[in-house]
């Protein structure tokens, strides 16, 4: 036996809030991180995995991308970080990832996976996993 659901009277108006997850999965990319001197010496391969929670505009995004948060402006400003040079952590590089999304001001948090894929022969990769979320949410 199925359950049907209710009816909503067309005179009723349901007040919703929407959360979006914006996400790039598994996005490699030459980085210049390490404290170790070879590392200082040549770029190595990261995967950087992050997600996104975004608030949802108040009317409709109408099918137009200035509406929504734009993962490849996210990927272009990763890019950008990553060729201002060196970094020794991988936390500090998670740190200015996290900085230029929140600039968006529809983030509310951010899910950050930083790996070097290869700093120690014996695993597939070590690095770091932050979240941070804005202090009003």
Avoid: W
């Amino acid at each position: 036996m199925t359950k049907s659901l209710p009816k909503v009277r067309s005179s009723q108006t349901l007040t919703t809030r929407t959360i979006r997850q914006i996400i790039i999965r598994n996005l490699i990319l030459p980085a210049c991180v390490g404290v170790y001197r070879h590392e200082k010496l040549a770029s190595q391969q990261i995967r950087i995995n992050l997600e996104l929670t975004i608030t949802d505009p108040q009317g409709s995004i109408n099918d137009e991308i200035k509406n929504v948060v734009n993962y490849e402006d996210i990927v272009l400003s990763i890019k950008e970080v990553l060729a201002q040079g060196h970094l020794n952590l991988v936390e500090t590089l998670a740190e200015l990832i996290m900085d230029l999304c929140f600039v968006d001001e529809r983030v509310e948090g951010i899910r950050l996976k930083i790996e070097k894929l290869h700093a120690i022969p014996e695993a597939e990769s070590v690095g770091v996993t932050i979240e941070k979320f804005r202090s009003e949410h």
